[in-house]
């Protein structure tokens, strides 16, 4: 059974930082790309960073570009999200997510349940 379990989410300043972890397990975590995406109430999800198997090439949103840093550890099967200089338009739930194939624009196939992230004076 495949689990994505994520942590670190909060209550952070605008311009704070925040480091989310992933744990995932029931399937072989170093053949697939990864994905972190995000969602806010009433709206569809928005795709926020992708990581291909190897961790060598990445995606990420044009809106988090420079901010966000997304990573992988598959000796410890953990995917993680580095967000920096955040802003209260990234307050959200994230979500880390098993995509389907290697390609970095694959479908997903599952995500975790998913961590609140609210960036609040």
């Known amino acids: 059974e495949v689990q994505l379990v994520e942590t670190g989410g909060g209550l952070v300043q605008p311009g704070g930082s925040l480091k989310l972890s992933c744990a995932a397990s029931?399937?072989?975590?170093?053949?697939?790309?990864m994905s972190w995406v995000r969602q806010v109430p009433g709206k569809g999800l928005e795709w926020v960073s992708q990581?291909?198997?190897?961790?060598?090439?990445?995606v990420v949103t044009e809106s988090v570009k420079g901010r966000f840093t997304i990573s992988r550890d598959s000796a410890k099967n953990m995917l993680y999200l580095q967000m920096n200089s955040l802003k209260p338009e990234d307050t959200a739930v994230y979500y880390c997510a098993k995509l389907k194939g290697n390609d970095l624009y694959s479908a997903i196939d599952y995500r975790g349940q998913g961590t609140q992230v609210t960036v609040s004076s």
């Open positions: 990581i291909n198997s190897g961790g060598g090439s990445t």
């Open positions: 029931g399937f072989t975590f170093s053949s697939f790309a």
